[in-house]
């Protein structure tokens, strides 16, 4: 059966969230959190996949990003506030639980929820990024890393990036897409579609205010992810060196980790077949074991 999307405004922890909805009204949630520079079309593959497979899925523009409020302030951004957001999307849904999904920016915000709220979080899965707690104290493992996260020192800076990433018609921004993915990936249609969720008012520095709401006040702990856990990675990830997909399975009583040697950072969109099969067949493992 084919699902229709369906576009909600979803008032949380003081917020307005767009959020896309899919799937049978009565299925098991699923909440898909998407990363930078996204929005909730980074999940077009997954979408109609798990609605499909019985899920009621719930995929917002978190906050700062296309059509979702734009609180101003740094402050506004730190990551225990937008754990929250999710939390209150899961109460919106009527559900005391919710498998949780995340995609870079969206991982981060999925790491926090499984580490610090598991009583509503049924399992996890992780695609391209890694534990926040493992990468400051094993940089070693990894000394490329420090080049590949240039843009986050950048993007501290206030005011210049958001003039730089949209100058020429958001030429750095479209760049950074299509040269650290597949070709074909993001063609021109997409490329167009991003562009036009970055022009909204006050989306770029909404956006940028994540990074800068990170190192301005980090999580200083982090307890051990009890519940079952999957870390979905591209191998060729500009961004990130996949050794911190292994070591952050340490932070993980059950933890998987199931690599994809051709993919970029941009796995789910690469790779949409093979990673929605994963994703099906871990969230049918954990309702199985849990009955």
Same mark, same amino acid.
């Given at each position: 059966?084919?699902?229709?999307?369906?576009?909600?405004?979803?008032?949380?922890?003081?917020?307005?969230?767009?959020?896309?909805?899919?799937?049978?009204?009565?299925?098991?949630?699923?909440?898909?959190?998407?990363?930078?520079?996204?929005?909730?079309?980074?999940?077009?593959?997954?979408?109609?996949?798990?609605?499909?497979?019985?899920?009621?899925?719930?995929?917002?523009?978190?906050?700062?990003?296309?059509?979702?409020?734009?609180?101003?302030?740094?402050?506004?951004?730190?990551?225990?506030?937008?754990?929250?957001?999710?939390?209150?999307?899961?109460? =919106? $849904?009527?559900?005391?639980?919710?498998?949780?999904? &995340?995609?870079?920016?969206?991982?981060? +915000? %999925?790491? *926090?929820? /499984? @580490?610090?709220?598991?009583?509503?979080?049924?399992?996890?899965?992780?695609?391209?990024?890694?534990?926040?707690?493992?990468?400051?104290?094993?940089?070693?493992?990894?000394?490329?890393?420090?080049?590949?996260?240039?843009?986050?020192?950048?993007?501290?800076?206030?005011?210049?990036?958001?003039?730089?990433?949209?100058?020429?018609?958001?030429?750095?921004? =479209? $760049?950074?897409?299509?040269?650290?993915?597949?070709? &074909?990936?993001?063609?021109?249609?997409? +490329? %167009?579609? *991003?562009? /036009? @969720?970055?022009?909204?008012?006050?989306?770029?520095?909404?956006?940028?205010?994540?990074?800068?709401?990170?190192?301005?006040?980090?999580?200083?702990?982090?307890?051990?992810?009890?519940?079952?856990?999957?870390?979905?990675?591209?191998?060729?990830?500009?961004?990130?060196?996949?050794?911190?997909?292994?070591?952050?399975?340490?932070?993980?009583?059950?933890?998987?980790?199931?690599?994809?040697?051709?993919?970029?950072?941009?796995?789910?969109?690469?790779?949409?077949?093979?990673?929605?099969?994963?994703?099906?067949?871990?969230?049918?493992?954990?309702?199985?074991?849990?009955?």
């Amino acid at each position: 059966m084919t699902y229709p999307l369906e576009h909600h405004d979803v008032l949380t922890n003081g917020v307005r969230l767009h959020v896309v909805q899919c799937g049978p009204a009565d299925g098991p949630l699923v909440v898909l959190l998407h990363g930078f520079p996204e929005y909730w079309f980074s999940w077009r593959a997954q979408l109609p996949a798990l609605a499909a497979a019985g899920y009621r899925v719930w995929v917002p523009d978190q906050r700062g990003y296309n059509l979702s409020d734009k609180p101003v302030g740094v402050e506004s951004y730190a990551l225990p506030t937008l754990a929250a957001d999710i939390i209150g999307l899961i109460d =919106a $849904a009527g559900q005391a639980q919710a498998a949780v999904v &995340g995609h870079d920016w969206g991982g981060i +915000v %999925a790491w *926090y929820l /499984a @580490a610090h709220h598991p009583g509503r979080v049924a399992n996890t899965t992780i695609i391209n990024v890694p534990h926040p707690a493992v990468v400051g104290p094993n940089i070693w493992q990894a000394p490329d890393q420090l080049l590949r996260s240039w843009y986050i020192a950048f993007f501290q800076l206030p005011g210049l990036p958001e003039r730089l990433i949209s100058r020429r018609n958001w030429q750095f921004g =479209a $760049a950074m897409l299509v040269r650290s993915s597949r070709p &074909g990936t993001f063609g021109p249609a997409e +490329v %167009a579609r *991003y562009k /036009a @969720a970055w022009s909204r008012p006050g989306a770029i520095t909404g956006m940028l205010n994540w990074y800068r709401a990170l190192l301005r006040a980090p999580v200083s702990y982090w307890p051990r992810i009890g519940q079952p856990l999957q870390i979905i990675w591209g191998e060729h990830d500009a961004f990130l060196n996949k050794k911190f997909a292994q070591l952050s399975l340490a932070e993980c009583a059950q933890g998987t980790l199931h690599y994809f040697p051709e993919a970029t950072h941009w796995v789910q969109l690469e790779e949409a077949g093979k990673v929605n099969a994963l994703l099906v067949k871990f969230l049918r493992q954990e309702a199985a074991a849990i009955s």
